[in-house]
């Protein structure tokens, strides 16, 4: 079953506005991840919050992780153009296989950041 | 620049006509994956290499299959597709090692089925 689910679904804000999603997953979990797709491309890696930390900061990029309530949020400071794109969650569901862990990632937010 | 490519970016094949797609990487990471992406959806893992071994998921038909000749080509096979195949199909790859948890992607293969 899905892991993660972010909310909302599509975000259209105005450059320079901030952007905030969220993500809720069901199992406990070792980190989380968000992912950037622009559109009709690749996933790219942003950031990756472990479970035993609260807040992570990259750039434009903060990331905030609750786990007692199983959430995660996404915030975007002072938006571009340039940050359109589908973002999603990605979490490990505890299973581990070979070396490295599987990923499921949630359905993803549709940001639009008009100029 | 050390990246995941695939070939190629579009591909247009007939209902039932087998198609491979193709992903390398100069990462030199031991895993590999293959995802399909439908419209507006997460992707959905297909299956994985560790190595050389194979993880298939649980769901993934049989009509889709993989090769993963050496560390940096793998293939996917899609020995009969269907209208419902119609899809993105991505490559990541992640070391073993490290920051094992992160996956680097290439830029995806559109798939069409007429």
């Known amino acids: 079953s899905q892991q993660g689910e972010e909310d909302p679904q599509a975000l259209s804000i105005q450059e320079g506005e901030n952007a905030t999603m969220n993500c809720s997953y069901k199992?406990?979990?070792?980190?989380l991840q968000w992912y950037r797709q622009n559109s009709g491309r690749g996933l790219v890696h942003l950031i990756l919050?472990?479970?035993?930390?609260r807040e992570k900061h990259s750039g434009r990029l903060r990331v905030t992780l609750d786990t007692s309530k199983k959430s995660s949020s996404l915030l975007i400071t002072a938006s571009r153009a340039a940050d359109t794109a589908s973002y999603f969650c990605a979490t490990e569901p505890g299973e581990f296989w070979g070396g490295s862990e599987k990923l499921v990632f949630g359905k993803g937010t549709k940001l639009t950041v008009n100029p | 620049d050390a990246m995941v490519i695939q070939n190629p970016r579009y591909q247009v094949t007939q209902f039932g006509k087998p198609v491979t797609l193709s992903c390398s990487q100069t990462l030199n990471h031991n895993v590999m994956y293959w995802y399909q992406q439908k419209s507006s959806q997460a992707p959905k893992l297909l299956f994985h290499y560790y190595d050389k071994d194979f993880n298939n998921e649980a769901d993934t038909p049989d009509n889709f299959q993989s090769r993963r000749p050496n560390t940096s080509f793998c293939f996917l096979d899609i020995r009969s597709p269907g209208l419902g195949d119609a899809a993105m199909y991505l490559c990541?790859?992640?070391?073993?090692?490290?920051?094992?948890?992160?996956?680097?992607f290439g830029a995806g293969t559109r798939l069409s089925v007429l």
């Open positions: 990541a790859t992640s070391r073993d090692q490290g920051q094992r948890y992160i996956q680097y």
């Open positions: 199992t406990s979990i070792n980190n």
């Open positions: 919050i472990r479970s035993n930390e």
